[in-house]
């Protein structure tokens, strides 16, 4: 069986001035320029304000940069929204949609997550949707409805040929953050084969298992390469262990052992 290619990203969140974010970009770069992209992709998801930054200080052949979030309309009354067209500009490879925090701090629903997707895919972006159960579903044994409803209304209009742009993260919320607990190996394998049936099912054999699906929530280095060792796990959606370049490089050479 050929070694699958691993994915690393991280989310910046509301942290990380421009000046922060160049530093972090260009030192990510270097020290993980001799891994071989073949068997790594790397991305980094920084605040709206440094992309432009970003964009230009990344290497188009080590690393993908992208947004947080994104309006589903080109232009319109949307005050504090940022439209396909602005993201474009400023040389966006990768849409996030659907982050926990978006979902659950900021009230947005899976029929708005469906109307990112689909503009993110209509303007050739990899598009990043994020799905994940809160503490309360987990404990109602939930979790595996609560997934497929996320990826059944967030992927609805999505055509077989559009998933080549789709990139799926597993986040469960009870994992993400200051006091997250991060899910078990096992727990998480688990949720990844019920998106994987999911995927199938949307979109057939092979389109439905082509979908890179990661695991993000509370990875860290002690459990980094015990989650990227599960045969349904793609690659790693990294928060506050990735954000100095130094760790995030020792994390990827861990797990690429």
Not at 125 to 141: A, H, N, P, S
Not at 166 to 175: D, R
Request: glycine share 8%; net charge negative.
């Amino acid at each position: 069986m050929a070694k699958k290619k691993i994915y690393f990203g991280t989310n910046t969140k509301m942290y990380k001035t421009i000046k922060d974010t160049v530093e972090f970009v260009s030192q990510l770069q270097e020290l993980t320029k001799d891994i071989s992209r073949e068997d790594m992709q790397l991305f980094v998801i920084p605040s709206y304000t440094t992309l432009r930054d970003a964009n230009e200080a990344k290497d188009e052949d080590l690393l993908m940069v992208g947004a947080q979030n994104m309006g589903w309309e080109e232009q319109g009354q949307f005050t504090g929204e940022i439209s396909p067209l602005m993201l474009q500009e400023v040389g966006t490879d990768i849409v996030m949609i659907g982050h926990s925090e978006r979902r659950h701090v900021l009230g947005e629903t899976d029929e708005e997550e469906n109307k990112k997707v689909l503009c993110a895919l209509n303007h050739n972006f990899t598009t990043l949707l994020c799905v994940g159960e809160t503490g309360e579903q987990k404990d109602y044994g939930i979790s595996e409805e609560v997934i497929r409803i996320q990826l059944k209304k967030g992927l609805y209009g999505v055509t077989k040929e559009q998933t080549e742009k789709l990139w799926i993260a597993y986040e469960p919320v009870w994992a993400i953050g200051v006091n997250g607990k991060p899910a078990t190996k096992e727990y998480a394998e688990q949720i990844h084969i019920v998106i994987r049936e999911t995927l199938v099912e949307l979109f057939g054999e092979e389109a439905g298992n082509e979908i890179p699906v990661l695991y993000g929530g509370s990875v860290n280095p002690e459990n980094a390469v015990g989650l990227s060792k599960m045969e349904h796990i793609d690659g790693l959606f990294i928060g506050r262990s990735a954000w100095q370049a130094d760790n995030f490089n020792k994390i990827i050479r861990d797990v690429l052992k």
